[in-house]
């Protein structure tokens, strides 16, 4: 147990320093993980003897259940909106396009059976939420035409087609025989039963939030991480699709108005970056790099033929009667990382039942490398090469846990008796600078208070500005404008709001505390207050 401990622990240092070492260099900090793994392994420096695929496996699932959960949760629907169907698309149809055509590459021109070329295609088809998520977070980068949403769509929800297509190969190979009916039969059933699951675990979890008011972020954290788990676990003891269950499910919670949410997502945020070093950790552990080499040509040819064909036809396909642009169009075929996930669903594969001709575990690990390190490092320089860059635009925005970035701040305190305030009216008193009055608290009812509203002794007051201490500030929702929104263009004063009260805008990557004479512009993130007035 000690040594185990005592291992973990210098692992997660090395893994943190390594990337804080090498991370001006450009060099993504997953592939760093990876690396930092094979330098511990059976191959490596330190030797450390571990090639059990079953374990791997396991807390591979684990962590994928965790990131995709995450996604979902993470997702802003609202900013995505306007990109959904198309991200949607690349998920399930891209997917299925993509690997479709790896799979006849692999059979016509490296010479794999036609299983074994389907389970190629179907492990790697699917583009990684970790990675995607993990670039567009950390290089900040704002990308005109709602890219970066479509990105983060498509990349968390195409895990489960991924993950279908290969369990079908999969029985293929065991030698079941499906017939087409017994095919069809399963891939509804994993679709059906994932989905309504997820959604039923979604509805039962809101519920409970809105029934319980735990007013406590570390006890909503459980609650939802308790769902997360049993959304899968439900769906798959059902021959459902689990990973297709958590990530809906994730996504209705995450898309509603709930208790200490952005305090939650900022939880799940930290869970699954830890989570995503380990897990590239492991994967680099399990790994011999003294085999690649065997598999390198054909890994490359692959990787290639994935990243500048298999990838671009089905962007270019699809997209094309969408009217998408064509630089969108040629990053967005750039941007598509492979990741833990493909390994993960290689894992799945490793079974004594099943006999391939060639090391598909290594093969997919060189294609990871592959597409982390050269996609991964020049995703930036081609956004920009693109003219995708839109100082106009927030990736932030297309996160729900915006408000962790944001440096405003709210202050509570009581009004005593006998204060300046005491008796005024909201539209009498001045204010401090950069500074707006939200929610006033009155025998435990909350007011979102008006110009006419009179404040009194007792009352507690919660401002919110630039600076200050601590406040709830769990009432607060999201709204993210876009071009057609009835809002957009229009003053503060002139929307004539009675139950709700914009707090602060986010706009170009700055915080705006607005008045009246605010003018509200398409891209405008706004943060509102909902609460019912009474005894104003």
Request: proline content about 4%; charged content about 15%.
């Amino acid at each position: 147990m000690n040594h185990l401990l005592f291992l973990t622990g210098v692992i997660l240092i090395f893994c943190a320093i390594f990337q804080k070492l090498f991370r001006r260099t450009g060099v993504p900090g997953l592939f760093l993980f990876i690396a930092a793994g094979m330098i511990f392994g059976s191959d490596g420096l330190f030797r450390i003897p571990f090639e059990d695929y079953d374990v791997a496996g396991t807390l591979c699932s684990a962590a994928l259940v965790l990131i995709i959960y995450y996604g979902g949760l993470g997702t802003n629907l609202k900013a995505a909106k306007p990109v959904l169907a198309k991200a949607v698309l690349l998920s399930s149809a891209g997917s299925l396009l993509t690997a479709l055509l790896v799979s006849g590459f692999a059979i016509v021109v490296l010479g794999m059976t036609v299983l074994e070329g389907l389970l190629l295609g179907a492990v790697i088809c699917s583009t990684d939420a970790a990675s995607v998520f993990s670039i567009l977070r950390s290089r900040k980068m704002d990308l005109r035409y709602g890219t970066a949403s479509l990105l983060e769509v498509e990349s968390g929800s195409n895990d489960p087609v991924s993950y279908l297509l290969t369990m079908v190969v999969l029985s293929l190979l065991q030698g079941n025989g499906l017939s087409t009916g017994q095919m069809i039969k399963m891939l509804l059933l994993q679709i059906v039963v994932g989905a309504l699951i997820g959604v039923l675990v979604a509805w039962v979890a809101l519920r409970l939030l809105r029934l319980f008011h735990l007013k406590d972020a570390v006890l909503t954290e459980a609650l939802l991480l308790g769902f997360g788990l049993l959304s899968y676990a439900l769906a798959s003891g059902l021959e459902g699709n689990g990973y297709l269950a958590v990530y809906m499910a994730g996504i209705l919670i995450g898309n509603h108005t709930i208790p200490d949410k952005t305090e939650s997502i900022r939880f799940f945020h930290s869970l699954t970056s830890l989570m995503q070093m380990l897990l590239f950790f492991l994967l680099g552990l399990l790994a011999f790099p003294s085999r690649l080499p065997a598999v390198a040509f054909q890994a490359l040819l692959v990787a290639l033929f994935l990243t500048f064909a298999a990838r671009p036809a089905a962007v270019f396909l699809l997209l094309e009667p969408m009217h998408c642009p064509r630089n969108q169009r040629l990053f967005i075929s750039f941007a598509g990382m492979r990741g833990a996930a493909s390994i993960a669903f290689a894992i799945m594969a490793l079974s004594p039942e099943i006999t391939l001709s060639y090391d598909l575990f290594h093969m997919v690990f060189f294609i990871v490398l592959f597409s982390i390190l050269f996609q991964g490092s020049l995703i930036p320089s081609a956004a920009r090469r693109l003219d995708l860059i839109d100082a106009g635009e927030d990736v932030m925005a297309t996160f729900n846990d915006t408000v962790e970035d944001l440096p405003v701040q709210f202050v509570r305190f009581q009004l005593p008796s006998g204060h300046p305030w005491d008796g005024r009216t909201v539209s009498e008193i001045t204010f401090p600078p950069q500074s707006i009055l939200p929610v006033i608290e009155r025998n435990h009812q909350q007011i979102v208070p008006r110009g006419d509203t009179r404040l009194q002794a007792g009352d507690i007051l919660i401002l919110c500005g630039a600076e200050g201490g601590d406040a709830d500030s769990s009432g607060m929702h999201e709204i993210c404008l876009t071009a057609f929104h009835d809002w957009t263009g229009r003053k503060l004063a002139d929307l004539a709001l009675e139950d709700e009260l914009i707090v602060f805008i986010r706009r170009h990557g700055e915080t705006l505390i607005p008045s009246g004479d605010t003018v509200l512009a398409a891209g405008d993130l706004l943060y509102v207050i909902s609460k019912p007035v009474s005894g104003a």
